[in-house]
T-cell receptor
Framework: QKEVEQDPGPLSVPEGAIVSLNCTYS??????FMWYRQYSRKGPELLMY????GNKEDGRFTAQVDKSSKYISLFIRDSQPSDSATYLC???????????FGTGTRLTVIP | KAGVTQTPRYLIKTRGQQVTLSCSPI?????VSWYQQTPGQGLQFLFE???????NKGNFPGRFSGRQFSNSRSEMNVSTLELGDSALYLC????????????????FGAGSRLTVL
């Protein structure tokens, strides 16, 4: 079993839709939960990160963590064509020098 | 600040050859990580260097090696290339927010896309 599982999609939604992206994980030691966005032919870029359970909002993006269920989500409100990218969840374990990534979900927002 | 620079961006090799990829991290960052990205496996951790020392290594064969120089620039080498080594190789420089127990924030380069024929 992989440390982090993420539905690869692809996911296609109309402009303005609410998008939900999800990951599950198995290791309780993860403490920071991150979302990266990767455009075609680019490296991943950090969108946001959270620590512990709860919600964190940044503009149209909301990250949600449920440590009891080992489930993390990224919600995108009012999705735009410019949001079309691959979204990767990444988990950080204190003391480790690497992140554990999901395989990524490819999102297309149709104008 | 300039971002993470990786060279070359694209390269094509044949089986059995070797390849060296280069990475220049963000100025002042001493930690450099390497990841392999493939469609089926996603991002897989190769190794991480800090101040010229390898601190952590992923589950890759010994054909994959790396090093870091005193100016924090890093190289990775893959010897005896196999078809399965075709991938996007990503380098990231990193820092921890709020000290050693903070989040490990990675800033990635655009990657080096290796095709093995």
């Amino acid at each position: 079993q992989k440390e982090v599982e993420q539905d690869p999609g692809p996911l296609s939604v109309p402009e303005g839709a609410i998008v939900s992206l999800n990951c599950t994980y198995s290791n309780s030691a993860f403490q920071y939960f991150m979302w990266y966005r990767q455009y075609s032919r680019k490296g991943p870029e950090l969108l946001m990160y959270t620590y512990s359970s709860g919600n964190k909002e940044d503009g149209r993006f909301t990250a949600q963590v449920d440590k009891s269920s080992k489930y993390i989500s990224l919600f995108i409100r009012d999705s735009q064509p410019s949001d079309s990218a691959t979204y990767l969840c990444a988990l950080d374990q204190t003391g480790a020098n690497n992140l554990f990534f999901g395989t990524g979900t490819r999102l297309t927002v149709i104008p | 600040k300039a971002g993470v620079t990786q060279t070359p961006r694209y390269l094509i090799k044949t089986r059995g050859q070797q390849v060296t990829l280069s990475c220049s991290p963000i100025s002042g960052h001493r930690s450099v990580s390497w990841y392999q990205q493939t469609p089926g496996q996603g991002l897989q951790f190769l190794f991480e260097y800090f101040s010229e020392t390898q601190r952590n290594k992923g589950n890759f064969p010994g054909r994959f090696s790396g090093r870091q120089f005193s100016n924090s620039r890093s190289e990775m080498n893959v010897s005896t290339l196999e078809l399965g080594d075709s991938a996007l190789y990503l380098c990231a420089s990193s820092w921890r927010t709020g000290g050693s127990s903070g989040a490990n924030v990675l800033t990635f380069g655009a990657g080096s896309r290796l095709t093995v024929l």
